[in-house]
């Protein structure tokens, strides 16, 4: 017979097992037998395939290309140094594909080692006792608890089930949640016996203990896994935006080489020199270090963001979430600490603070407290703790001081809790007979009672009972607690399941604290400050819900909508809604929750959504950014979300919008720096070509400052930290481009004209000095030709140092922001000048790159160049922060 065709006491024969779980040395043993319980993960990206496309984007094909006319040329014109030439720029594409392939290589590896700061987790007997252990360390035999939002870890047979619900679409296909129980099946097919949970589906409801049978590769998840086949995820509007700029520069800079070839030719110049000159201007367009720099801008981030309690699980979320306009919120554990005590008792009409509940020992409402709840006893950090839910563990906490002792009764069925029905009902074998004890919303378990417990009798639940019952939740949720109602009933052993909980006798109300955390208050401020709109959707009370906004200052006078209003509504009345300044959105449903992400993206807005239960895990899959949370989520949040919460804290989510804000400005900040550069590498060429001069800079000294000078202090930008003003702006808006107008002009037409002037100034500057004068003839291995070249090069670099602080910031002044607070930049700048030291005044640095040590004066007349443009810069700065508006 099946696994599932058995009755429980012989699955546990079949498998040496007990209810009690296995021996610790006995489970080791089997771990070493059967493995870790993980499956083969599909198949990524080779490594092979992943450094191949790092020689073959656009920007290296360009190179490529140019590397290519240069050996050409060499074959057609021998001894001219095109040779040289070739392999100088094979060498720069080796260099730079090896670079930006260790780049992504350290990113991906250092999003994995992130994703294993929260290994699956599973209650599992072993000894006799409750412990948490990794999902990977489970093995057959092997006794698991499950409740609702779990995955489940691996095949296991139900062995006790309370209102449990699957959803096995990842196995069968099936949509909708599947009862499951522990009786014995006389189904052929596991897949769809009612006693069998299997590996890869999930929890929707209810509680169980299941007996693991199959664990890895051995389950049906397992033998499906080589079958698996993945849809490539989509690009991310980061990388589609890198894509489209590197095609487009390379596609630009290969034209206007293919121009300047032909121009040259027209004016006559020899075959070689003309295309020298195509070259120069290829390259010179070409900022090879972009693409390792984007990456290692995200890598950066991921990693600041990880220390800030943000698991980033997809980098795209990285970006997109910095342009996030509306955030989503849940109230309980993410603006409170989760931390629930009880303030508050309503019996027999009067209010009663806990320390005096113990004279109302008679009272059913804490036998109800005692045995209506999911809670487990565990062990952590060598403590016995209670595991769940804190507000469980709050009514049992309040029980405990008002009974000494309670029996230790058989559980025999649930009616599990959702976002629906919101109340949880449990059926207890006493030795009077079946009770049922059940708590919830009180607008959901009022209409089911039809008595009430009074000053230890039982009366009938009239108008007036029911009106002070109202006026006393309304009362405790303006105090901002949580409100629960409690009752029972006994049942009598005909029953049917329909109707158990008709005719409940209602016991009385608590009120639960749950405190905000005290870090919140600031988060919601800075949230204002950056245009972003912070909307609560919670399943308490709308009172309650109030009250904890106007406490952390979320809203003062904000637009309550319940659960009923916004079924009523249609969806233009929603979205119309959804215009208020301040709103709030109380005792929803979590198909209500996912209705308002869509109505926000219909907007048009940039909507982050924050969830920790299964019902959670459609909105943060339509959400642009899902966010889950690292304590309180259940498995099936957290493999729905992009990012998640390793403290549960509201704060952090607002830490995480600004790294991805500050991911996106510093993308901006290198692309300045290094297009500048790009503009004194291409004025040489054309001043070269029209104006019939010596060339004042070699292809060979632009890759020099391309891929060594630049390279350093570029990755520094990229990795700047998040500055004071980022969250002091408005969201991006989603049209708005990586490469703007402004970025051009200021790149492009000043900071790289001001270099540019510079480098030739420099170049004149050694040329006249040692004689030349317009016209005369220069040969290209002269010292004074290669000193006029290696000063153009050295003022390139000074400039470039002064404009690495220029680019910190776009509008703020150089003088605003600390020297020496990021110190990559300043490593950067050292290795720079290192750099330029070692080509100018080493035998090696002169064969290489075509250069000759020049005197102090050459660097004394570069100086006052790199001054000027600073003050030129900070006016210009100046101007724009007084006539135009803050960014």
Known sequence: MKIHQLTVEQTFAS???????????EARRRLQEYGPNHVEEVREEGLLVTFAKEFTHFFALILWLAAMLAFV?????????????GYAIVGVIVINGLFSFWQQYHAHEAVAALRNLLPQQVKAMRDGGINQIPALELVPGDVILLADGDAVPADCRLVEAF???????????????????????SEDDVQNSRNVLLAGTTMVSGEAKALVYATGMHSEFGKLAHLTQTTRA???????????LSRFIAMLSALIGAVFFLVGMWLHMPFWQSLIFAIGIIIANVPEGLLPTVTLALAMATQRMAKRNTLVSHLPAVETLGSTTVICT??????????????KVFLSGEFYLPADTAQLHGSPLFDVAIYCHNLKQGEQQNKQVLLGDPMEIALLELARTAITANPDYKRIDEIPFDTDRKRLSVLYQTPGGTVLYCKGALETVLPLCTGIHVNSEIQALDDTHRQRLIQAQEN?????????ALAYREIGPDTAREYLEEELILCGLVGIEDPPRAEVPAAIARCRGAGIKVIMVTGDHPRTAQAIALQIGLARNPRVIGGDELRRMSQIQLQLALDAEEIIFARVGADQKIRIVQALKNKGEIVAVTGDGVNDAPALKAADVGISMGISGTDVAKESADIILLDDNFASIVAAIEE????????????????????PELIPYLAFALFKIPLPLTVVQILAVDLGTNMLPALALGAEAPRDDVMRRPPRARSERLLSWPLLLRAYLFLGLLEAAAAMAAFFYVLHGGGWHYGQPLDSDSTLYLQATTACLSTIIVMQVMNVFLCRHPRESVFHFPWFANRLLLLGIALEI??????????LGNSLFGTAPISAAVWLHAIPFAFAMLALDELRKVLLRRFSKPV
């Open 234 to 244: 989509a690009p991310s509007p980061l990388k589609l935006e890198i894509i489209r």
């Open 163 to 185: 209102g449990v619900r699957v959803n096995n679409a990842t196995i069968t296909g099936e949509p909708l949640p599947q009862a499951r129980g522990s009786e014995p099946s």
């Open 834 to 843: 290192t750099l330029i030291l070692l080509i100018v005044y080493t035998p």
């Open 15 to 25: 498998l040496h097992s007990s209810l009690k779980g296995l021996p610790e040395h």
């Open 660 to 679: 991805g804000r500050t991911v996106f400005e510093n993308i901006r900040k290198f692309m300045t720096y290094i297009f500048t550069s790009l503009v």
């Open 330 to 343: 849940d109230k309980t554990g993410t603006l409170t600490r989760n931390r629930m005590t009880v303030e």
């Open 73 to 85: 040329a060499e074959w057609s014109d021998p001894g001219q140094g095109m040779a040289t030439l």
């Open 476 to 484: 405790m949720a303006e105090q901002g607690l949580r409100v629960l």
